[in-house]
């Protein structure tokens, strides 16, 4: 899929901005930083709020007249709203639109601090939803969090302009979608994290908690910078985006590890392999708004296949 943005408002360019914790420079670990009891949770938080702050700077600069930060980590909680910049608007708690109309008032999608797909090498905290995942697949295309929101936003000509994370994170971004400007902050150490580990979920991945971090100082320099020519980009008359060309109709798939316990306690006894397979949707929204609900509401429907 191929396409060249138009503003859906002449003259404006209003910005989603989903934000999240562990892809952010300087945050080291997911127990100290990126949970409600973590020891540095506070320096975690404004950590983020400055990446995200360099990010609303640049995207003004580049000629955005509207940024709405959406706070991503968890249940949210984790902008800190006083030192947040004052021309961004705030989005706490979950939203009741559906995946399909989530982009519909906006003309770009971007996102800071956001993490690689589970599995990904050199990646810093890998994983896509919960630690115990293995891969996510819609129609047979591997894709994180990240892919998710992409496709839905360009399925819907909402092109992604920007992504700041670790270097697997903007390499994973670049491979999805042409045209998006990225920012790597870190990078991690583990080359090949192995599924059957209990590392691999255990603290979001003891295995991949080494990464080498840019002074934040700098990270935030290179997202204002790289926010800018994102939002210069757009702006661009005839400027491309692409992404996979996928056609209904969708369905997701999830593979979790062998020894997950998540999903042995769901089903009540040991299941020596397991996946998580929706209906099939002519909307690729509905279908992961599917998955959504029998990962995390519905664990007595979820379909298990040894």
């Known amino acids: 899929m191929q396409f060249s943005p138009q503003s859906k408002v002449p003259g404006r360019l209003k910005i989603y901005l989903i934000t999240d914790m562990e892809g952010v420079c300087g945050v080291v670990d997911f127990q100290d930083y990126c949970s409600k009891d973590g020891i540095f949770r506070d320096l975690g938080r404004k950590l983020l709020t400055e990446e995200v702050n360099a990010a609303v700077s640049g995207f003004f600069i580049g000629g955005a007249t509207e940024v709405v930060v959406v706070d991503g980590h968890g249940g949210g909680g984790w902008i800190a709203p006083d030192l947040l910049d004052e021309r961004a608007k705030l989005h706490c708690g979950s939203s009741s639109c559906p995946w399909d109309e989530l982009f519909d008032d906006y003309d770009a999608l971007a996102f800071v601090g956001q993490h690689p797909k589970a599995g990904t090498p050199y990646g810093h905290f890998s994983h896509t939803q ?29 092109p992604v302009i920007f992504a700041s994370g670790c270097e697997a994170l903007a390499k994973e971004a670049e491979e999805l979608v042409s045209g998006i400007v990225t920012v790597g902050v870190k990078r991690g150490t583990c080359p090949a994290p192995n599924p059957a580990s209990k590392d691999f979920t255990r603290g979001m991945g003891l295995a991949q908690a ?66 998580i397979k929706t209906a099939e949707f002519e909307r690729l929204g509905d279908a992961f708004e599917e998955f959504y609900r029998l990962e995390w509401l519905d664990p007595a429907e979820l379909k298990a296949q040894a």
Do not use: W
């Open 130 to 158: 919960t630690g115990e995942c293995i891969d996510f697949r819609v129609n047979g295309l591997s894709i994180g969090e990240f892919g998710q929101f992409a496709l839905v936003a360009m399925q819907h000509q909402v």
């Open 210 to 275: 080494g990464a080498t971090h840019l002074s934040p100082v700098l990270a935030r320099s290179l997202i204002k910078l790289g926010a800018c020519q994102a939002a210069e980009r757009v702006r661009t008359p005839g400027a491309l985006y692409s992404c996979p060309d996928l056609h209904g109709p969708y369905s997701c798939e999830a593979e979790y590890r062998d020894s997950s316990e998540k999903i042995t306690k769901m089903f009540g006894r040991f299941i020596p392999a397991r996946s």
